[in-house]
């Protein structure tokens, strides 16, 4: 574990491999941990570069305190990249993480050669509208909200599966392996900030601000929200190529890690 100064912070961070830096940011209750799985295949051609934002693991978070933003999150990772050499970097982000990449690519497209969103989190506002016919999901902030006071009552265990079968469906806790089970219970209590995130919606503007040449992936057996929003930014981002990974959900880097390494991969190599 190596760490960054950025905006009074010791940002922490995994690197594995050598060659062009790829810097990957995770999503809620995630840190750099997140993307073991897909370290192996995409350390092969990468200096792979993996964060854990502002009070995350390793970071034991008490909850207070009122910098836990959107927009700190992307400070943070810009002043992070600006660090980072040879640059310009590829970036990669899921989920919340992927909202977060998605902000520092508006913001400064210097920085990046490329951009890799994996469901990236987050809402729409009416200027990008769903396509017709698609089923009214209920939006997770409810589930947050949810699980936050779940976390107040002290049920730490309830909330990370109220959250987590909020995205991969009923029965699905049981299932995530241990180890991920503790990176997420590690990461609890920023839940608890998370409410007060004040995160913009996606705009029709923001999305055609967007100039790094970006893939957008998402999983094949994602429902709700997650599951429409990439395909909808895809369409509004120039030049914007897609890539579904079939029978993964969510956390598809995680539930098939070679498909997910290949298509990153061939990517980032074009």
């Given at each position: 574990?190596?760490?960054?100064?950025?905006?009074?912070?010791?940002?922490?961070?995994?690197?594995?491999?050598?060659?062009?830096?790829?810097?990957?940011?995770?999503?809620?209750?995630?840190?750099?941990?997140?993307?073991?799985?897909?370290?192996?295949?995409?350390?092969?051609?990468?200096?792979?570069?993996?964060?854990?934002?502002?009070?995350?693991?390793?970071?034991?978070?008490?909850?207070?305190?009122?910098?836990?933003?959107?927009?700190?999150?992307?400070?943070?990772?810009?002043?992070?990249?600006?660090?980072?050499?040879p640059a310009p970097v590829d970036l990669m982000g899921h989920s919340r993480g992927g909202h977060i990449a998605f902000?520092?690519?508006?913001?400064?497209?210097?920085?990046?050669?490329?951009?890799?969103?994996?469901?990236?989190?987050?809402?729409l506002d009416a200027s990008l509208p769903v396509p017709e016919g698609t089923p009214a999901y209920p939006p997770l902030?409810?589930?947050?909200?949810?699980?936050?006071?779940?976390?107040?009552?002290?049920?730490?265990?309830?909330?990370?599966?109220?959250?987590?079968?909020?995205?991969?469906?009923?029965?699905?806790?049981?299932?995530?392996?241990?180890?991920?089970?503790?990176?997420?219970?590690?990461?609890?209590?920023?839940?608890?900030?998370?409410?007060?995130?004040?995160?913009?919606?996606?705009?029709?503007?923001?999305?055609?601000?967007?100039?790094?040449?970006?893939?957008?992936?998402?999983?094949?057996?994602?429902?709700?929200?997650?599951?429409?929003?990439?395909?909808?930014?895809?369409?509004?981002?120039?030049?914007?190529?897609?890539?579904?990974?079939?029978?993964?959900?969510?956390?598809?880097?995680?539930?098939?890690?070679?498909?997910?390494?290949?298509?990153?991969?061939?990517?980032?190599?074009?």
């Amino acid at each position: 574990m190596q760490s960054f100064r950025v905006n009074g912070y010791d940002m922490a961070y995994l690197e594995v491999g050598d060659g062009p830096p790829l810097v990957c940011v995770h999503g809620t209750l995630g840190d750099f941990r997140t993307w073991y799985s897909v370290l192996g295949p995409l350390s092969k051609s990468h200096r792979v570069i993996s964060v854990s934002l502002r009070h995350f693991f390793p970071e034991h978070w008490d909850a207070v305190g009122d910098d836990y933003r959107v927009a700190q999150h992307v400070a943070d990772m810009i002043a992070f990249i600006e660090q980072v050499r040879p640059a310009p970097v590829d970036l990669m982000g899921h989920s919340r993480g992927g909202h977060i990449a998605f902000r520092v690519a508006q913001a400064r497209p210097d920085l990046l050669r490329k951009l890799v969103l994996a469901e990236p989190g987050g809402d729409l506002d009416a200027s990008l509208p769903v396509p017709e016919g698609t089923p009214a999901y209920p939006p997770l902030a409810a589930r947050t909200a949810r699980s936050v006071e779940m976390i107040r009552a002290g049920d730490i265990e309830g909330a990370l599966q109220n959250f987590y079968e909020g995205i991969e469906g009923d029965g699905s806790w049981r299932r995530v392996p241990a180890a991920a089970k503790q990176q997420l219970r590690d990461n609890t209590l920023t839940f608890l900030g998370q409410i007060n995130e004040q995160r913009r919606p996606y705009t029709l503007a923001d999305a055609q601000a967007i100039r790094t040449p970006t893939l957008l992936i998402g999983g094949g057996a994602t429902t709700g929200s997650l599951s429409v929003m990439w395909r909808v930014l895809a369409e509004h981002i120039a030049g914007a190529r897609t890539a579904v990974i079939a029978n993964a959900g969510h956390w598809m880097f995680e539930q098939a890690p070679l498909e997910y390494g290949e298509e990153v991969n061939r990517f980032l190599a074009e």
